[in-house]
Nanobody
Framework: QVQLVESGGGLVQAGGSLTLSCAAS????????MGWFRQAPGKEREFAAG????????YYSDSVKGRFTISRDNAKNTVYLQMNSLTPEDTAVYYC????????????????WGQGTQVTVSS
């Protein structure tokens, strides 16, 4: 059984930064690519960032590219999302998830999800 637990969300002013963490249980963490998604009220869940097994390959949605950085520490079974230059449009619940294929962007290509952490950006 895999459990993913996000933390680090909160309220931040526009232009500010936050770092989200996702702690994974289970010994297979280092064998899977991981991703971050977000879901704003009334909107579909959307891909934000993904990272390969080793962490050498990262990829982003156009809306966050250049502002967000995904990383992982396989020794700590943790994946991170560093978010800079936040805007009110980044307000959403952020989820980490385990990918079932490389460079996955669709939620259907992720099999385990965390419970989410709220990020609110005030103007």
């Amino acid at each position: 059984q895999v459990q993913l637990v996000e933390s680090g969300g909160g309220l931040v002013q526009a232009g500010g930064s936050l770092t989200l963490s996702c702690a994974a249980s289970g010994r297979a963490f280092s064998s899977y690519a991981m991703g971050w998604f977000r879901q704003a009220p009334g909107k579909e869940r959307e891909f934000a960032a993904g990272i390969s097994v080793s962490g050498s390959i990262t990829y982003y949605s156009d809306s966050v590219k250049g502002r967000f950085t995904i990383s992982r520490d396989n020794a700590k079974n943790t994946v991170y999302l560093q978010m800079n230059s936040l805007t009110p449009e980044d307000t959403a619940v952020y989820y980490c998830a385990r990918a079932t294929m490389h460079r996955a962007r669709s939620p259907s290509n992720y099999d385990y999800w965390g419970q989410g952490t709220q990020v609110t950006v005030s103007s």
